[in-house]
Nanobody
Framework: QVQLVESGGGLVQAGGSLRLSCAAS????????MGWYRQAPGKQRELVAT???????NYTDSVKGRFTISRDNAKNTVYLQMNSLKPEDTAVYYC???????????????WGQGTQVTVSS
């Protein structure tokens, strides 16, 4: 079994910062991609940032220059440093990872349970 556990969400004023963490655990052979998605009330889930095992990053335009994704491969953990937060960043943030559990299984996407980020104006 594979689990993704997020932490670090909370309430912050506009202009503030938060750091999200997501740790993957369980039967893991390889983690190819780790990333963050978010879902605001009444909206579809959207990609925030991804980071491949090779170090390539991808950010949605609205967070470029404000958010930074990083990864500790030894700990199977991905981080999202969020600076200059805006009220429109308010959402539930979900961790996502593409993981291969063994040589005999194809890679699959896994999701965390989500962590609430609320930015007050």
């Amino acid at each position: 079994q594979v689990q993704l556990v997020e932490s670090g969400g909370g309430l912050v004023q506009a202009g503030g910062s938060l750091r999200l963490s997501c740790a993957a655990s369980g039967s893991i052979l390889t983690i190819y991609v780790m990333g963050w998605y978010r879902q605001a009330p009444g909206k579809q889930r959207e990609l925030v940032a991804t980071l491949t095992s090779g170090g390539s990053t991808n950010y949605t335009d609205s967070v470029k220059g404000r958010f930074t994704i990083s990864r500790d491969n030894a700990k199977n953990t991905v981080y999202l440093q969020m600076n200059s937060l805006k009220p429109e960043d308010t959402a539930v943030y979900y961790c996502n990872a593409l993981i291969r559990k063994s040589y005999y299984q194809s890679p699959k996407y896994y999701w965390g349970q989500g962590t609430q980020v609320t930015v007050s104006s």
